[in-house]
């Protein structure tokens, strides 16, 4: 966006270059025709040009302000929100990394480990159980 801005500007200033050949060429053929003199044609130069580097002025701001609030309205982050939020996001690895190495030696626990360790304790408690229904029934007889 910032880039398509710029040649548009780039443009601009190019046909400001183009214009002000073609004043001086008009005003020359002016002069060159006896119809203004060469102090007139410097004086309405000059007021053309001052005119047209305030319109160009004011163009630019225009395009800049346009842009920026349309750059504010527009869902991005700033780069410091940006710098911001990484920072935050790194003190939450940091964080979590060493909770992870409280669980044992450095390595964090997955999801599949905690699976795995549910079902053998789900099959030591049916085990113990069926150990204990057992001894029951060895002990009535």
């Known amino acids: ?25 008009a005003v020359d053929d002016l002069v060159d025709r006896g119809e203004i003199t060469r102090e007139q044609a ?6 053309l040009l001052e005119r047209g580097e305030g319109d160009h002025r004011r163009l630019v701001e225009w395009v800049v302000a346009e842009a920026s609030r349309a750059l504010e309205k527009a869902p991005l982050v700033s780069r410091r ?6 920072r935050r996001v790194d003190e939450l690895e940091r964080s979590v ?10 390595e964090s626990v997955g999801a ?10 789900r ?3 049916s085990a113990r ?10 002990a009535s007889s």
Not at 97 to 106: H, M, Q, R
């Open 112 to 121: 599949g480990e905690f699976a795995e360790a549910g079902e053998s304790a």
């Open 42 to 47: 410097r004086n309405v130069v000059r007021a």
């Open 81 to 86: 929100e940006f710098r911001t939020l990484k």
């Open 123 to 125: 099959a030591g408690e």
């Open 97 to 106: 990394s060493g909770a992870g190495e409280s669980v044992g030696a450095g």
């Open 1 to 25: 966006m910032i880039d398509s801005l710029r040649k548009t500007l780039l443009a601009g200033l190019g046909a400001v270059s183009f214009t002000r050949e073609k004043l001086a060429r």
């Open 129 to 138: 159980a069926g150990d204990t229904a057992s001894a029951a029934n060895g």
